[in-house]
């Protein structure tokens, strides 16, 4: 395959500026699919991309391109999944790239996710093509999207290509500017095989599918090869691209885009980010920038019905083959019983894999209340790493603890930054910068710790700015915080579910909170229940349960013992679905108290 | 007969069995009430009934029954006119001609002085009124046909005819205020009946009274005013030298109990007549279809299997015994249960709920009013 005639570009937006409806226009105008085949968003495969409108996996499609200079070129279009959340997976599938069309809504101009995404794709010397989508829209203002691209991105946006992705318009043009503007790849054919793994999943027919982008060298069948951060060596069993079906094929030289099958069974022997070589003649560089991806939000999940464990278990490993970012170990609960400790990239990767497993698999779940991973220094001087609040060494021996931060980038229009600062302070946001735009919007950056923006967070500025605010976050670091662990005692046997770590300042809120909270969904027993929230011995917060005064089914005529038995029987059964927590019986919807909070 | 005589001792009324006939009508039905009763219209319909009730009794019929209790109930007995009322007494009396006790339910207006003497030319030793309240208002909601009136009238002519009878108190009512139900007790005061059944109301879906509260037109007691109710009913009856020797029965001395409801809670023997009646022989639970028109045709093939396994024993045992004053014994929980069964019972005792007592558990008053939840929680230990 010739270099020259090769393009490899990804799309990057915010989420709703048309990216997956482009790529659709994409295909069908090079005839990749044929337009009565195109489902709407056709590369989000999965129901759950389609109905959240967002893109989870990252996918990969080879086009035929016929340009006006009469010659055949073959575009790799790699869509990026399309979240924070996955944040690792786009640095990834940027770096197999050499150009990126960026797409702005010409109604809402530049967006949060717009910065963060251009600003990756500068990283990696992507040649960078503005799009201005949706222009069939009255609201539309090309002028002022232009400005945007050149004010807020630094992005010269003359020569930016006009579109309506919904009716074609502008494609053309689109493809065109692809083939003259983006590089074609460089490489060395001659080389040792150098090529980036940026995306695998787990086909049950076929075992792991990986995607690869060829650096240098070539791959071929039968070819044996190294994968270098596990130093594992695999044979190649088959060879292909996606056009967009998988079709097999000789051999994947410089700068070619396709994938690999292996005799390979586990997803997580096949990271992204790794580079693959030839194992009889390896490279002495592998790529750069490889990186295991580490969890950043952890949560307990327990199936409803303790029955369900084992099927619990399994569901997991079926998701865990093809997201090897989702980590999981057996938990045990004194409240909750048997369940799993699961890592996630962020609460939408939590909400995802809940959804999923709920959905695909049939599972009922209580889910504990999510925490970020604490690092925490001991007087001794070492550090630990702290994922459950109940793993908090006692605090006698902690010299302090420190929380990941994120830096929170904030667009909206002006009337709302009051009301976006009063939300931002309230979750221990610190200013670093406000930016005017054009008078009539800000960017605001907050230093915000990434606990306090696990729940509720999105939805709230989303509220608070009638929908207008976009946000992005990205990690910044570990910073001391004064922390404590705030634990639930009900009749003075501290429940380990309901333990939560929150900032000493707003302790004593949350702690009266969840005790009245839990006051009105524990029901009232045959004895007094007291609720109290405690930071280590010191109580601050308590609320009694009366014990209950009337429960009685008097009559008994006329022999009919059996109906009474019944009415008990319906009262055993409803004790049955609660957990005990001693001699105290709480109710599933109790644990969820600590999910939500005012 | 089976489980039912095993364990009896001499003259205990343990060993005895009772016999129950449920009549199925009424003059007009109650607006709390759910039991099978029909409103008399037709008395061709109580003819048919009493010949039914004649076939099903002869057919079911046991010479050597040994003792035995008989009650009437219903529906209202009293509700037949005088002939029927006769025939009835009749029919029950060919078959079951000495039982040990002998009662019959009435409602206050429904029993005149003629009835009263027909009750007591037939042998009947015991008449239950269903009284309920002495509130007319309270008597009103209920939708009873009687006033407090009648009932003071009737109970009047009834004890010159029976040393022993009972009045039947509903307490808790929906509507119903404090002041009603003091007015009712210091009723109850001036009257000193020889046994009262003081039930808390229950609220049975698909009644009138249901309804209504469903609608929000009348409201159902919190349980602080419930609890206020209960502690005013039963310490009137204590304070008067009343025995509360069931949740819901007081008696002024030991010979006024009501052995057959004894029989019901000390599992014994009972045999069910009329439609939805229901008996329990040989371990197993029948129940008489509630449909007096399919009764009228075969009166013979009425019963119903409910239920005859030994976990329905045990739990049925707890359910009982623990009603009464005498309580639970352990004796007659298996040995593998025991020790169980035990452990609850002195969490119970911690909270005040019940007193152990020898190898007995016995409800407290405090426990009594949480009876239902006791009675789960033992049942726990039988899992």
Known sequence: MDRELIRNFAIIAHVDHGKSTLADRLLEKTGTVPPEKLV????????????????????????????????????????????????????????????????????????AQTIANTYLAVEHNLEIIPVINKIDLPSADIERT???????????????????????????????????????????????????????????????????RVIDGFVKKGMKILLMSTGRVFSIEEVGVFSPD???????????????????????????????????????????????????????????????????????????????????????????????????????????????????????????????????VKKSGEGVMVDNPEKLPDPSTIDR?????????????????????????ERRGRERKTTYIDGARVIMEYEVPFAEILVDFHDKIKSLSKGYASIDYEFIGYFESDLVKLDILINGKPVDALSVIVHRSKAYERGRELVSKL??????????????????????????IKPLRKDVLAKCYGGDVTRKKKLLEKQKEGKKRMKMIGKVEIPQEAFLAVLKHN | ????????????????????????????????????????????????????????????FEPNLGKYTLYIGGGTPTALDFCSLRKLLEIVGRYFG????????????????????????????????????????VLRILGRIHTSRDAIETIENASHFFENFNIDMIYSVPGEELDDIILSFDHLKAIRPPHVSAYAFTLEEGTPIYRDVMEGKLTVDDEDTFRYKYDHVLST???????????????????????????????????????????????????????????????????????????????????????????LSLRKIPDSYRSAVLEHARDLEEMGLVNILNDRIVVTDEGYSVLSSIIVQIWEALD
């Open chain 2, 98 to 137: 000495s039982p040990v006790e002998f009662t019959v339910e009435a409602n206050p207006l429904t029993l005149d002085r003629e009835k009263l003497g027909l009750l007591k030319d037939y042998g009947v030793t015991r008449v239950s009124l269903g009284v309920q309240s002495f509130s007319d208002r």
């Open chain 1, 146 to 212: 232009k400005r945007d691209i050149e004010d807020i991105l630094g992005i010269d946006a003359s020569e930016a290509i006009c579109v309506s992705a919904k009716y074609g318009v502008g494609i053309d043009e689109l493809l065109e500017a692809i083939v003259k503007r983006v590089p074609p790849p460089k490489g060395d054919l001659n080389k040792p095989l150098k090529a980036l793994i940026f995306d695998s999943w787990y086909d049950s027919y076929r075992g792991v599918v990986t995607t690869i």
């Open chain 1, 519 to 544: 006051k009105e969904l524990i029901p009232r027993q045959l004895f007094e229940i007291a609720i109290q929230a405690a930071i280590g011995k010191k109580v601050i917060a308590r609320e009694t």
């Open chain 1, 401 to 425: 603890i420190e929380e990941p931060y994120v830096l929170v980038t904030v667009i909206t229009p002006s009337e709302y930054v009051g009301n976006l600062i009063g939300l931002l302070i």
């Open chain 1, 246 to 376: 998988p079709t097999p094929c000789d051999i994947l030289g410089p700068g070619e885009v396709g994938y690999i099958i292996t005799g390979i069974k586990d997803i997580r022997d096949t990271r992204v980010g790794d580079t693959i070589t030839d194992a009889n003649n390896p490279t002495k560089e592998p790529f750069p920038g490889f990186k295991k991806v580490k969890p950043m939000v952890f949560a307990g999940l327990y199936p409803v019905n303790p029955d369900d464990y084992g099927n619990l278990r399994e569901a997991l490993e079926k998701l865990q083959l093809n997201d090897a970012s989702l980590v999981f170990e057996p938990e045990s609960s004194g409240a909750l019983g048997y369940g799993f400790r699961c890592g996630f990239l962020g609460s939408l990767h939590m909400e995802i894999v809940k959804e999923r497993l709920e959905r695909e698999f049939d599972l009922s779940l209580i889910i504990t209340a999510p925490t970020v991973v604490y690092r925490v």
């Open chain 2, 1 to 60: 007969m089976k489980r039912g005589n095993q364990t009896g001792k001499e003259g205990n009324p343990t060993r005895i069995k009772g016999i129950y006939v449920h009549v199925p009508f009424c003059i007009k039905k109650c607006r709390y009430c759910d039991f099978y009763s029909l409103e008399l219209r037709e008395s061709y319909l109580v003819e048919a009934y009493l010949e039914a009730l004649e076939r099903e009794i002869k057919d079911f």
């Open chain 2, 237 to 327: 009856l204590r304070t008067l030298g009343y025995e509360q020797y069931e949740v819901s029965n007081f008696t002024s001395s030991r010979r006024y109990r009501c052995l057959h409801n004894l029989v019901y809670w000390m599992l014994r023997d009972y045999y069910g007549f009329g439609p939805s009646a229901h008996s329990y022989f040989g371990g197993v639970r029948y129940e008489n279809r509630k449909d007096l028109y399919s009764y009228i045709k075969d009166p013979k093939n009425v019963k119903t299997i409910v239920s005859q396994d030994d976990s329905d024993f045990l739990k049925e045992l707890v359910m009982l015994s623990l009603r009464t004053s005498c309580g």
């Open chain 1, 40 to 111: 709407e968003q056709f590369l989000d495969k999965m129901d759950i991309e389609r109905e959240r409108g967002i893109t989870i996996k990252a996918q990969t499609v080879r086009m035929r391109y016929n340009a006006r200079d009469s010659r055949s070129y073959i575009l790799n279009l790699i869509d990026t999944p399309g979240h924070v959340d996955f944040n690792y997976e786009v640095s990834r599938s940027l770096a197999a790239c050499e150009g990126a069309i960026l797409v702005v809504d010409a109604t809402q101009g530049v967006e």
